[in-house]
């Protein structure tokens, strides 16, 4: 029984080791049974931005526009659309299309736009969840940017059953 029990144990020590260690991300999460490719393809909406720590979601406005939202398509290999507007409250949606790529081990992805009047943009993935993605970046004057997006399509689902179930409980009273 005392063979048993260290056999056990030496088991669960190694898959504890094996597992803390399988966390590509800095900021989470530690072990996926979903693939990274299949959490990336998704529409993300960007929630905050700063620069060098300090919030500029203000900024952001100037940078990418209004409601900036990035798309990376699981259709086509390899694509993904930009949108935003152009003010506050317009109605009309700006799109840029590009190439997206994994680098260094996953741990990047590469942007490039085609036509857009800057060039590539590599990001590293700090977070890469069903309902979290944020990538950091540095520009050419030393400056880190974070970018923390939340999955529109997760979110836009959630709020979908929350009425569903809104209409059914009322249905019923």
Sequence with gaps: MNMFRFLLAAISWGLILTFSSCGKYEEGPGLSLIPKETRLEELWKL??????????????????????????????????????????????QLSWTGKWRFENDKEEVLLQPNGREYGDRRYKILRLTQNDLYL??????????????????????????????????????
Aim: charged fraction near 40%; glycine fraction near 6%.
């Design 47 to 92: 929630e905050r931005y700063s620069r060098d720590g300090v919030n500029k979601m203000d900024s952001a406005f100037h940078y990418l526009g209004y409601n900036y939202q990035l798309r990376f398509s699981d259709i086509n290999d390899g694509d993904y659309i930009e949108y935003a507007q152009e003010c506050a409250g317009c109605s009309d």
């Design 136 to 173: 950091e970046h540095t520009n050419n004057n030393g400056v880190k940017e974070r970018l923390e997006f939340s999955n529109v399509l997760e979110q836009s689902e959630i709020d979908h059953e929350e009425e569903k179930d809104d209409k059914d409980k009322n249905k019923w009273e």
